[in-house]
């Protein structure tokens, strides 16, 4: 398998209901994609003032479709992120009402332009410090919005091994209403069949496979739930992989506690030296930043040193 560009996405979208089209997710992605570059490369002191301008080459257009749709679709795309309403409540009280996209520019044989409003800049760098770890070459590649959530609920749930939805429940995180065998035929399979595709071409290192739970009157009863099972690559390609974005993961999160100059950043990685321990830490801290415990916390140093210590044998001197 070749390496593949990781971004990240916090896992309060991943669980958010909605209905987006395919290309605007995609969209969306590039833009998470964008931001987390410049994260990465050190943000300047006017990023948040200025609109960001992401363009997306004609070859990278190609690999997400085949039938070459993609001056409708994405001009689509663009219209519609243009006319959605975001809206944002700042802790302070304050607001902000906007569209995503301020507008876009397709050129054929050249590539896509568009303009992501900076109004919406600070939130997707806030998105960039709550994740989970996405492949945007599969996200770029999944052709239905259904294999879409479900990738996205595979990498969220990963660690765990598997996640469980009711009937109701997707149907509702998904903006969709249809009888439950069409749900299990043309949203669930569809989007199994899809990533396990993806998996045995290597292109993606996971897939789902679902069991289902029944009960009531009538034979076997009606479908009262599905638990989907994660299955993910034992290979050692896949196994060095992961270690290297749990040591990346923990850095960049210890950096952020600790500040990057901070004695206590060296003393917390000699403490976290083997594999298996950067392992259960990475988990640790992600679940404190998913579940909000880390941003309720007034002192986030003494918090996290405190676990290192009790839980992972960091000096207490």
Not at 46 to 53: A, C, G, V, Y
Not at 69 to 83: C, E, G, I, N, P
Not at 157 to 185: A, H, M, T
Not at 237 to 250: G, I, L, S, T
Request: one cysteine or more; aromatic letters at 12%; charged letters at 30%.
């Amino acid at each position: 398998m070749t390496q593949l560009e990781t971004f990240k996405q916090t896992n309060a979208i991943t669980g958010a209901r909605y209905d987006y089209t395919t290309t605007e997710k995609r969209l969306i992605y590039l833009s998470l994609i964008e931001v987390m570059k410049t994260v990465q490369n050190g943000i300047a002191d006017d990023f948040f003032k200025r609109e960001l301008i992401l363009f997306i080459p004609e070859s990278q257009l190609k690999k997400s479709d085949e039938h070459d749709h993609r001056y409708r679709d994405y001009r689509k795309a663009v219209v519609s992120l243009r006319k959605k309403d975001f809206s944002i409540d700042a802790p302070d009280g304050g607001w902000i009402e906007t569209g995503f996209v301020n507008g876009g520019q397709y050129i054929k044989g050249k590539g896509l332009e568009v303009s992501i409003s900076k109004y919406v800049l600070p939130y997707l760098y806030e998105l960039t410090k709550r994740f989970t770890v996405l492949d945007a070459t599969v996200v770029m590649t999944l052709t239905s919005k259904f294999s879409q959530r479900f990738y996205e609920w595979c990498c969220q749930w990963r660690s765990v091994g598997r996640f469980e939805y009711n009937p109701d429940s997707l149907k509702e995180v998904l903006c969709i209403k249809l009888p439950v065998g069409q749900l299990k035929r043309d949203v669930i399979e569809v989007a199994q069949a899809e990533l396990m595709d993806m998996y045995e071409e290597g292109i993606s290192d996971l897939y789902f496979t679902y069991s289902e739970e029944r009960g009531g009157r009538g034979r076997g009863g009606s479908v009262k739930g599905w638990v989907f099972k994660i299955h993910t690559k034992k290979k050692e390609v896949a196994q060095e992989r992961a270690k290297n974005e749990d040591v990346v993961f923990v850095m960049r999160f210890l950096g952020q506690i600790f500040g990057k100059d901070s004695p206590l950043l060296d003393q917390a990685l000699e403490a976290l030296k083997t594999h298996e321990n950067v392992k259960l830490f990475a988990e640790r801290a992600d679940e404190l930043q998913t579940s909000g415990k880390l941003d309720q916390t007034k002192n986030k140093p003494g918090y996290i040193r405190s676990i290192l210590q009790k839980e992972f044998g960091l000096d207490k001197k």
